[in-house]
């Protein structure tokens, strides 16, 4: 086995170590079955054949049905794993997901629960359009009932995946598309990561750099650059928005004296205000200057690369920002 994979592998082993080791671990979604091509990108590729087009269902075209089938099964005792191709049409079945699958437990009384998965994938840099490229997750980290993860690397997807179908309530499940094909390490089959954990990928004293997906790679690998000028920057990857960390991040913050917050949603009214204002709250009088947010751009994510490249965080906002915290000039 290679030590390396990419994210499209990790996702489908995940679904393939967890649909092995219980038959109610079902997979519903279009072009799911492997005479239908495996999923969008191949992600369920192989699961069909294997387990048998009763469980692995390439459903018609209409998220709102096989959503809420899978609600259904889910509330029967199954644990479907919905694959929704990409995020800006969950708002087509929004109703479900926030109306059914969040509430049931609630309305039940807590004697009902909805154990799914909903996979989708968004992310600017494919030159796919506004209609095609959102990131959304605060949407679904604001409504109660709701888990939401964004894994940045291989490992942590097939572990928050294991969790998430473990879980016994709806867990929205983001793939970054632009990094779905870049190595990684390999995981442990059977591992799992907790949701709501995240992890310090890089230690530092000066700044935390706080995030999860594809910024955090890039945040990662400027953070290194930084070292190197003498800047000693913290970098954590939530992993997951709903519920995260509070613990980690407040440690960080703590012990740095000062934050960024990056992330690919729009800024305005994104997940860094929630992040901010819950450190601000918290160490208010210890930090060195506020917590600064940079999100994407207040508009629909262009078609066009150079505008869609200008929409999306860059490095030279985490590089000033940085820089403005630490109290060094460029």
């Known amino acids: 086995m ?14 393939d170590d967890a649909m092995a080791e219980d038959k109610k ?28 087009r009763e469980r692995v269902v390439a459903t018609p075209i209409s998220e709102t049905a096989f959503t809420g089938a899978a609600i259904g099964a889910a509330m029967m005792g199954f644990k479907p794993i919905v694959e929704i191709m990409l995020m800006n049409f969950m708002t087509v079945c929004s109703d479900m997901i926030v109306n059914h699958a969040a509430k049931l437990r609630f309305m039940s009384g807590g004697q009902t629960s909805v154990p799914m998965v909903i996979r989708t994938m968004t992310g600017p840099g494919m030159g796919s359009g506004g209609q095609h490229s959102d990131f959304m997750e605060v949407w679904y980290a604001h409504t109660a009932g ?15 995946m294991r969790s998430a179908i ?3 309530d709806p867990v929205i499940f983001v793939e970054n598309m632009p990094v779905l094909w870049n190595p990684g390490d390999a995981p442990v089959r059977g591992s799992r990561i907790p949701i709501g954990k995240a992890k310090v990928i890089r230690e530092g ?68 205000a929630e992040i901010a204002s819950t450190i601000h709250e918290h160490l208010h009088g210890r930090l060195r200057a506020p917590v600064v947010r940079i999100g994407a751009k207040y ?9 869609e490249t200008a929409s999306v965080p860059s490095m030279d906002e985490i590089e000033a920002a940085v820089r403005s915290l630490v109290g060094v000039p460029a």
């Open 2 to 15: 290679s030590d390396k994979i990419n994210m499209v592998q990790a996702i489908n082993w995940a679904m």
């Open 25 to 52: 671990v079902l997979v519903l979604g279009e072009d799911v079955a492997d005479h239908t091509g495996g999923g969008v990108v191949g992600i369920t590729k192989g699961l069909s054949d294997k387990y048998g």
């Open 146 to 160: 709701l888990k939401v993860v964004i894994p940045s690397t291989p490992d942590d997807a097939y572990g928050l």
């Open 166 to 168: 473990d879980d016994p």
């Open 205 to 272: 004293k000066d700044v935390s750099i706080i995030g999860y997906g594809r910024v955090i790679q890039n945040a990662n690998a400027y953070a290194a650059k930084l070292a190197e000028q003498g800047i000693d920057a913290e970098v954590i990857d939530l992993r997951s928005v709903q519920p995260w960390d509070v613990e980690t991040v407040l440690a960080s913050v703590e012990k740095t004296g000062a934050a960024i917050v990056v992330h690919e949603a729009v800024k305005k009214f994104g997940p860094g």
């Open 299 to 307: 508009a629909a994510v262009p078609f066009s690369n150079v505008l």
